[in-house]
């Protein structure tokens, strides 16, 4: 990890390394924050908190399930994961590049959706409807997975 990153939203230079994403929102340094924030940093899925606690099971000292909720609750109330709620349970992901996201109503998957690739849907859902995506930018959009018949 190269330890900065420049944001997606303006031209300021954010910390990328978990102890400086940790201290940069005001939160204490524990090893189980440590561990979740490089878990999610380094990850491009969104994960349950289930996933998260098998991915950290995997590859290194246990953390308790929840321990990992409970830092996801808090890394998601100060900023630095969100939560994508849908059918199952919730994903969590850190912000990067601003997306929206596709949720399958049938498993629960969640996958991250350019906005580029819907700017000209979510322009024209905004003028019919006056409806706009959150204060991230995110659209929340459900359907079928191709693999549960989409």
Same mark, same amino acid.
């Given at each position: 990890m190269s330890g900065v990153a420049q944001s997606a939203r303006d031209d300021t230079v954010v910390p990328t390394e978990p102890r400086? +994403? +940790? !201290? !940069?929102? *005001? +939160? !204490?340094?524990?090893? *189980? !924050? +440590?561990?979740?924030?490089a878990l999610f940093a380094a990850s491009a899925r969104h994960l349950s908190v289930a996933e998260a606690w098998e991915e950290l099971s995997r590859s290194g000292p246990p953390v308790h399930p929840t321990t990992v909720y409970r830092t996801l609750e808090t890394l998601t109330a100060v900023g630095l994961t969100y939560a994508v709620h849908g059918p199952g349970a919730t994903r969590y992901c850190v912000p990067g590049e601003p997306h929206h996201h596709f949720v399958c109503q049938d498993c629960g998957e969640v996958e991250g959706l350019a906005h580029e690739r819907l700017r000209e849907a979510v322009g024209r859902i905004e003028e019919l409807t006056g409806l706009r995506p959150d204060a991230s930018g995110s659209l929340l959009v459900y359907g079928r997975c191709p693999e549960c018949g989409g």
């Open positions: 400086a +994403l +940790l !201290r !940069r929102h *005001g +939160l !204490r340094c524990t090893p *189980g !924050r +440590l561990q979740i924030v």
